[in-house]
């Protein structure tokens, strides 16, 4: 089946500078993506969500880009802090399709060296 | 206001055995999705209930299981539990939609 892809497992960047986590999603049908933060040992934490038809969105600290050509996303953080280290995951839904729940990918475990 | 909460935290459970977990979504939520999370295979949707109908169902076999009550307080079951059964299970709640999730800190099952 379709899925959303992660391109590393592991991302390791400096205190201070800005990070980027990139996912791929296969679904060009999905019209919905969402950026979450996943602790350990807590559940997925919402950061920050995009629709088909937009290609940029900020927040606080944080950018989504969709480029839906290539079908890529990313989630930017920027001044990255250690709070920041976590696992990301991307997510994508079809809202037409009968909503069969969010597609994950895989993860990116973002760690912070001081 | 209060959060999704999940119980039991932990769980440890013999294989063959069932197992059932409880979610207490955020309050006038109506939505509420399990989700399966391993290392193997990431986090996967089990299925979603809305007003006490099972609204969306993922790819799992039928020993999983689950209901909504009035209140929208939600359980799954899992039956003849195997040891690949070993997960985090995930519960979610939303007003009307997935983009409104919000995830409770799961419950970590462990079949021995």
């Known amino acids: 089946g379709e899925s959303v892809g992660l391109h590393l497992p592991t991302l390791s960047v400096q205190e201070g500078d800005n990070s980027i986590i990139n996912c791929a999603y296969s679904?060009?049908?999905?019209?919905?993506f969402i950026w979450y933060k996943q602790e350990s040992g807590k559940g997925p934490q919402f950061i920050i969500d995009?629709?088909?038809?937009?290609d940029k969105r900020q927040g606080q600290r944080v950018t989504v880009l969709l480029n839906k050509t290539v079908k890529h996303l990313s989630l930017q953080i920027a001044a990255t802090q250690p709070g920041d280290s976590a696992v990301y995951f991307c997510?994508?839904?079809?809202?037409?399709?009968?909503?069969?729940?969010?597609?994950f990918g895989k993860g990116t475990h973002l760690i912070i060296q001081p | 206001k209060a959060g999704v909460t999940q119980t039991p935290r932990y769980l440890i459970k013999t294989r063959g055995q069932q197992v059932t977990l409880s979610c207490s979504p955020i309050?006038?939520?109506?939505?509420v999705s399990w989700y399966q999370q391993t290392p193997g295979q990431g986090l996967q949707f089990l299925f979603e209930?809305?007003?006490?109908?099972?609204?969306n169902k993922g790819n799992f076999p039928g020993r999983f299981s689950g209901r909504q009550f009035s209140n929208s307080r939600s359980e799954m079951n899992v039956s003849t539990l195997e040891l690949g059964d070993s997960a985090l299970y995930l519960c979610?709640?939303?007003?009307?939609?997935?983009?409104?999730?919000?995830f409770g800190s799961g419950t970590r099952l462990t079949v021995v």
């Open positions: 679904n060009s049908a999905s019209d919905y």
């Open positions: 209930y809305f007003s006490e109908t099972q609204r």
């Open positions: 995009i629709r088909s038809n937009m």
């Open positions: 979610a709640s939303s007003g009307q939609s997935v983009a409104g999730y919000t």
């Open positions: 309050s006038g939520h109506r939505s």
């Open positions: 997510a994508e839904l079809y809202s037409g399709g009968g909503a069969d729940g969010l597609t």
